[in-house]
């Protein structure tokens, strides 16, 4: 459970290294999971 859960996290704070998604600067919501999505995509990728 320890270890899925550390994933989890790790994962949360690589995401908030992305500006645009940590200050969320974005008004609608789906830009935002967008956004959300295109660093998680890239996240993944490297």
């Known amino acids: 459970c320890y270890k899925?859960?550390?994933t989890i996290e790790r994962a949360f704070s690589h995401l908030k290294d992305w500006r645009r998604v940590a200050t969320r600067y974005d008004k609608l919501a789906r830009?935002?999971?967008a956004g959300i999505a295109i660093a998680a995509i890239i996240l993944w990728w490297a």
């Open 4 to 6: 899925l859960r550390n």
């Open 31 to 33: 830009n935002f999971q």
